[in-house]
């Protein structure tokens, strides 16, 4: 009889109430240490967060009580101070697809609100019923319009008994919504979005005349006045869920960031057809502004006061194309920081005192033949005094990660920079960028061949830039941007790290420190990361008590067995005789 224990027995545990202090403290000093004493931001899509599975509608929310408590987890376990969430705007069917950058830019979308928050119990367990897709973002039960989110929103709008503070949203903001209202009203009535094929007085409907152009509005009015107020009563609802959940947010520690994306809709051209430039693009389909007038600067105002007065912060999308106007190579037009500063000058007017420049990060990522951020090796003033936001997706020996842009002389407070994000295709392993981590992090670089440990060095390199940032897809090893994070994330990441998959902070804190000789100087600091680390991964060394245990729980075992086994063959062999 060959007698076997199991060596690989699994300890993993994620921390304990009364070890998490002392976690966070050594995370935090240990970041600080490293380098990291700017942002930390966490970005993920409001609609991929998690929900229990009773409160899974198809998409999370912001708002949500689950979400609330899943970036407590974040903060705890990863240290993160700030939160990017992709574009809020309205959603619409493409192909099958829900795609996030198509989506308006001066209001919200379904996905927005927080029902729970509004619907009586039973009408929600509907919609939750009807969500047939659990493990990726739902939209079509909660934007499209005859969702089961719709229906029962348009129920709750007509039974609304007190529409004092309903009443008070739409007056101040109706010069904002009362053209998108406008345009899904007509919307409907033609059964197109594309307001080209619509009639003439109505395509051209913002060209008119103050007076046809009154008389007109009113006459959609009496036609289909309702549909223009339910539309309000949708933004209403989807404010007041966001502004809720940006308070708690803040309550706990955690700026919101908005994605101000760099497109405009449908509804935003045809309600400003003076503000921008016909038959031409910035590129990806979008109209470009033309901000030789003064109706393309009121418009650029509109949008970022929106976003402004909603988040603490802004990612500016495409923020190079701010600079070049449009992505036309006939017609471009450099306007140098001309229109970032029009941009920073309105976000000033809303914040107030409160007003800081930092909290504006600028994308400008681009090809050198639409935007070179250089005049000869220097980045370009404006450039160089605006924080960037950059991805490890091309790294190589003078590129693409911490260590090469500060040996490019940049300063390390004006960028970010993370393993990948929205754009980025998931994390592979890499020969040349294996070379590059294995110098920066001084790992062998045939330890870097595998996807595992691969990864790992990709998300560790980060970690000791002054301001950085993680996907939550990286963080979980999840395929795509649409992806849910799982109702049970606790459970879910405590498998990932113990199969060394995921996001360990730990793990890319040893790391750093050992590269940079900094597990000889912060010796005290420096065990108390590799215990952290390996109790994260659920190495049975993290613990002596839990090592001794395991070995006196093994030896047991093994006598048991050694003594049944004796028992088994003296009543054999006494059988025989």
């Known amino acids: 009889m060959e007698i076997r224990i199991n060596n690989s027995v699994s300890f993993q545990r994620l921390l304990k109430p009364s070890e998490e202090a002392d976690y966070r403290s050594t995370l935090k000093r240990a970041k600080s240490i490293a380098g990291n004493r700017g942002k930390t931001i966490l970005i ?3 609609s991929s967060l998690p929900q229990a599975d009773y409160n899974n509608t198809g998409v999370g929310n912001l708002a949500a009580e689950d979400s609330l408590k899943f970036f407590d987890f974040a903060k705890k376990y990863w240290g993160i101070n700030e939160i990017q969430i992709l574009p809020s705007g309205q959603y619409h069917e493409y192909n099958g697809h829900y795609p996030m950058y198509s989506g308006t830019s001066m209001d919200l979308g379904n996905h927005m609100i927080d029902i729970k928050a509004h619907m009586s119990e039973s009408d929600f367990r509907e919609v939750v019923k009807a969500n047939k897709i659990k493990d990726r973002a739902n939209f079509s039960n909660v934007v499209d319009i005859d969702s089961a989110q719709e229906k029962f929103l348009r129920k709750l709008y007509k039974n609304l008994s007190d529409k004092s503070d309903f009443d008070k949203y739409k007056a101040e903001n109706f010069e904002r919504l009362e053209a998108k209202g406008l345009f899904r009203a007509l919307r409907k009535m033609y059964g197109t979005a594309d307001y080209k094929k619509w009639s003439e007085t109505d395509k051209n409907l913002f060209s008119l005349s103050p007076e046809k152009r009154a008389a007109r509005i009113s006459e959609i009015y ?3 006045g309702e549909e223009v107020d339910f539309y309000m009563f949708k933004q209403y609802l989807a404010d007041t869920d966001l502004k809720r959940a940006k308070e708690k947010l803040n309550s706990k520690g955690l700026k919101l960031n908005a994605d101000f994306i760099c497109g405009f809709s449908y509804d935003e051209v045809w309600s400003h057809p003076k503000a921008f430039i016909p038959r031409t693009s910035i590129g990806w389909g979008l109209p470009a502004l033309n901000f030789e007038t003064v109706e393309a600067e009121k418009v650029l105002r509109e949008k970022v006061d929106f976003y402004a007065k909603r988040y603490d912060g802004l990612r500016i999308d495409a923020g190079w194309t701010y600079i070049n106007q449009p992505q036309n190579k006939q017609t471009y037009k450099y306007y140098g920081d001309k229109i970032l500063n029009i941009i920073e000058d309105e976000v000033k007017k809303v914040k107030g005192s409160d007003y ?4 504006i990060m600028y994308e400008f990522a681009a090809d050198p033949d639409d935007f070179n951020i250089y005049n000869g090796s220097h980045l370009k ?18 590129w693409g990660s911490n260590d090469a842009f500060l040996k490019r002389g940049w300063e390390k407070e004006n960028f970010i920079v993370g393993a990948s994000n929205h754009d980025s295709t998931p994390i592979k392993p890499s020969k040349e960028q294996a070379e590059v981590l294995s110098k920066i992090l001084k790992i062998p670089k045939e330890k870097l061949s595998g996807a595992k440990e691969f990864l790992r060095a990709k ?3 980060p970690v000791a830039a002054y301001n950085n940032m993680i996907f939550f897809r990286d963080a979980f090893c999840l395929n795509n941007t649409n992806s849910r994070i799982p109702a049970d994330y606790e459970k879910y990441y405590e498998k990932l790290l113990e199969n060394k998959d995921g996001y360990n902070p730990m793990d890319a804190l040893e790391k750093v420190f050992k590269a940079e000789g900094l597990d000889k100087q912060e010796r005290k600091l420096y065990k108390k990361i590799v215990k952290y680390r390996k109790l994260l991964d659920g190495e049975k060394s993290a613990n002596p008590a839990i090592k001794w245990c395991a070995g006196v729980v093994g030896a047991g075992i093994l006598l048991y067995v050694s003594f049944k086994y004796i028992q088994f063959h003296k009543q054999k062999n006494t059988q025989r005789i």
Not at 356 to 359: A, D, I, S
Request: hydrophobic content about 25%.
């Open 44 to 46: 993920v899509p409001s």
């Open 356 to 359: 800081n420049p930092k909290n």
């Open 381 to 398: 003033p404006y450039i160089a005094n605006r924080i960037q936001i950059r991805t490890s997706n091309k790294m190589s020996s003078h």
């Open 459 to 461: 998300l560790a390199e």
């Open 222 to 224: 009496r036609q289909c």
